[in-house]
């Protein structure tokens, strides 16, 4: 059975950073793309970063320059850092992965940032 459990949000003051945890069981690890989502308020959750299994990184243009995506295979885990945070970066953090045709959602960690 596949979870995905993430960790690591708070509250930080806008320029301030974070570091983002997923870690995901049931799976190999290293065999898999992971992509970080997030949902502010009132809107659509949207895609924030992307890792392929290759290694290959990929970001929405809002968070280039400041989110670095990236994993640690013998830790089962991927990260966000999130540097230089903006109040428009608020929101719940979700990690997820698509695995043997079914899609897989951590329960989210919350990230808000004040001006």
């Known amino acids: 059975q596949v979870q995905v459990v993430e960790s690591g949000g708070g509250s930080v003051q806008a320029g301030g950073s974070l570091r983002l945890s997923c870690t995901v069981s049931?799976?190999?690890?290293?065999?898999?793309?992971f992509d970080w989502y997030r949902q502010a308020p009132g809107k659509q959750r949207e895609l924030v970063a992307l890792l392929s299994s290759g290694g290959s990184t990929g970001y929405t243009d809002s968070v280039k320059g400041r989110f670095i995506i990236s994993k640690d295979n013998a830790k089962n885990t991927l990260y966000l850092q999130m540097n230089d945070l903006k109040p428009e970066d608020t929101a719940v953090y979700y990690c997820h992965i698509s695995t043997s045709g079914r899609h897989y959602w951590g329960q989210g960690t919350q990230v808000t940032v004040s001006s």
């Open positions: 049931g799976i190999t690890f290293d065999n898999h793309a």
